[in-house]
């Protein structure tokens, strides 16, 4: 049974409800985002907790995506169709990552035994490199620990590849928020939530992209307005997605709901990649901590089942 209605065919009302959760939406995202990337200037957060809240973002994504998302899609689109789209959605996120090295979201500030605040993804080089220059000199117990020094550099440019594939995924993202939004247009509940997984799913996740890209740039020594500057850019690429995808929408005289469903199937495809890529290393090389990973992705699926099925 169709679930799609085009904005012409919707009462003023529905459409106003529509316009008003969006941009709630997005200010919502945009400030969750914000906060996200000023992370490391205003707590430390724990490698444990950190991965526990990656564990919980991506089983909501992973439910996003099977529960609602994809659902959507096939409602419009013959399943093969949608089911390629997916596909596609996984491939481009894969060469995103491939490409850009998106989803690190380990960096966090730690201060190094000099005091020099390094990013966490190079934690291990730097230490790989300090036991083998202590190696090195182990044949030598006199020498003067004092006159080490160790020159941590990371490159000033290493964020841009990051933030550059953050960009596009988060552009997808908004692609993915205005499509549901326009899709759950017409649902039958009384003030129904357009789109409120989606949103959820991307509210959550923007302020660990923000935080990897900020946390970059901190450990290669870039100045506060220079993080913030770009914080904000990033921040507002996830409500350009969505208004962007919405203004073409409109002014497309051809079959709109299909347009949307596959937006939502491609997007489907991206939340699923997203998922299993932060996912799946984690619980491999957290294996310690399996059962609060566990238990956070579990409730993270369980929350997406229950948004979708609340709104049918």
């Known amino acids: 049974m169709p679930i799609f209605a085009a904005a012409e065919d919707l009462p003023a009302a529905e ?20 906060v996200g990337g000023w992370l490391p200037t205003i ?5 444990t907790r950190m991965q526990v809240m990656i564990s ?4 909501l994504m992973l439910g ?33 990552i491939r490409a850009f090295h998106v989803h690190h ?27 083998h ?4 000199h182990s044949h030598d117990h006199d020498h003067d620990h004092s006159g080490h020094h160790h020159h ?30 326009r899709a759950d247009v017409g649902n039958p509940v009384i003030l129904s939530l357009f789109g409120f997984g989606t949103f959820l799913a991307v509210a959550l996740h923007k302020p660990l992209d923000a935080l990897a890209i900020t946390s970059l740039m901190t450990a290669a020594g870039w100045s506060s307005s220079s993080r913030n500057l770009v914080n904000v850019a990033f921040a507002v ?5 969505a208004v962007l995808f919405l203004i073409g929408l409109d002014s497309f005289n051809g079959p709109q709901q299909e347009i949307v469903a596959s937006a939502m199937a491609f997007a489907a495809g991206v939340f699923i990649c997203i998922s299993l890529g932060d996912l799946l290393p984690e619980m491999e090389f957290h294996s310690h901590n399996r059962i609060p990973l566990t238990i956070a992705l579990l409730t993270g699926i369980a929350i997406s089942w229950l948004i979708t099925l609340a709104a049918h």
Do not use: K
């Open 15 to 34: 459409t106003g409800w529509q316009l008003t959760l969006l941009a709630i939406y997005c200010v919502l995202i945009v400030t969750g985002s914000l």
């Open 43 to 47: 707590v430390r957060l724990t490698h």
């Open 133 to 136: 220059e202590h190696a090195t």
């Open 105 to 131: 979201h380990g960096p966090l500030e730690l201060p190094d035994a000099s005091g020099t605040v390094v990013a966490d993804s190079y934690r291990h080089q730097l230490q790989t490199v300090e036991e």
């Open 64 to 96: 996003i995506g099977f529960f609602h998302l994809l659902p959507h899609a096939i409602n419009q689109l013959r399943v093969e169709n949608a089911m390629t789209l997916a596909v596609f959605g996984i491939l481009t996120m894969f060469f995103l």
């Open 152 to 181: 941590h550099e990371v490159n000033r440019l290493s964020w841009m590849g990051i933030a550059s594939g953050l960009a596009l995924h988060t552009l997808i993202d908004g692609i993915a928020l205005g499509a549901s939004v």
């Open 237 to 241: 690429m996830c409500p350009l997605g």
């Open 56 to 59: 919980f973002v991506g089983g």
